[in-house]
């Protein structure tokens, strides 16, 4: 089977099955390097919306629970008139943290890896529950972005090493890029809990006076990564095992 496959691929054009691997390599390395980039640079209007959580102020409206469990529900209306009509939102990413002080279509968007600088530029108004510090935390306390590096670094590794693709490397490229694939697959459940969470506990927390949410691109970004190395992991262990059965075989 693997033969014929190799055949019919022959038989289309030149086109290998080992640049079908390369491709995929290069678009894991692609998103996980715009996922890692994501909310780090100024003035960048891709970046500031590859994002892992984003949390905001409802200018004004209090979005309150009827919830059964609830013990003190005036708390809403004591912390909405803290509030007032801030729309000031924050995007928080791996390695930056972006921030516009009203969500409406001109207004424009600032960018850093240091919240103490963004906090600086904000009133006591604009921030008055202190979600930048929020955001601050949950970057530094639960936001891990090394297993991604690694696992970018691998991708690359693979990539570099595939491209003369020596026989005797195959194997060794079967394992680089299921480890690759395993720590993407961990970030990625990680990134997702951990928004999840965090945006769960914030909006409970402030009792309906801000919003938050999970970047939807960034979690996209992160299983596209992870697909690309999983169809990659199988198609070099394909060749891989194909070859000890074909002695020939040219991928
Ligand atoms: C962050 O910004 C603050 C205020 O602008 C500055 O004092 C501090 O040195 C900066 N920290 C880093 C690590 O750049």
Redesign the pocket.
Known sequence: MAHKFQVEFRGVSFIRPRHVFLLLLIASIVFNSLLLAGCSAQSSNVLKNIYLLRIGYNDGVVYSSSDASIVNSDISLALASLVGDSSMQIRIGYFGICMTESTSSSSSWTC??????L??LLTSDEDSLNLMHLASSFRHAIVFPYLLIVATALAFIVFVAILPYPPFLRGLAVAATFLSALFVLVSVLWQHTASIAGSSAAVSLANGTVYAGIGKIAIIFGWLSFGCLVVTVIGVYYFVAASRFVSEVDV
């Open positions: 850093s890896s240091n919240a103490t600088y906090a600086e």
